[in-house]
């Protein structure tokens, strides 16, 4: 079966960087939308970003001017670079895609901000 695998996570310091990536094993037709979710100890999971197959973009209003999420089509690949980290981006962030009905998601990847 298909699977999404996620990998650019780890720790860094407020005001740091971290760049994420998420592509399917296995061979798959393109993914329509694709995107970045996260939760929190104990919170909801809440989007991040989306990206459709043309490239239309969609931003939570929290990581807008500070996150930028991108895809390369022919590698089935997402991307999200995150620029100017604060504690409270502190998640596990999980990449989802779909392809007609169904969804797909990825196992998460830990993200942590130190202060």
């Known amino acids: 079966q298909v699977q999404l695998v996620e990998s650019g996570g780890g720790l860094v310091q407020a005001g740091g960087s971290l760049r994420l990536s998420c592509a399917p094993s296995g061979h798959i037709f393109l993914f329509n939308s694709m995107g970045w979710y996260r939760q929190a100890p104990g919170k909801q999971r809440d989007l991040v970003a989306v990206i459709s197959a043309s490239g239309v973009t969609n931003y939570a209003d929290s990581v807008k001017g500070r996150f930028t999420i991108s895809r390369d089509n022919a590698k089935n690949t997402v991307y999200l670079e995150m620029n100017s980290l604060q504690p409270e981006d502190t998640a596990v962030y999980y990449c989802?895609?779909?392809?007609?009905?169904?969804?797909?998601w990825g196992q998460g990847t830990q993200v942590t901000v130190s202060s």
């Open positions: 989802r895609a779909d392809q007609f009905t169904t969804l797909y």
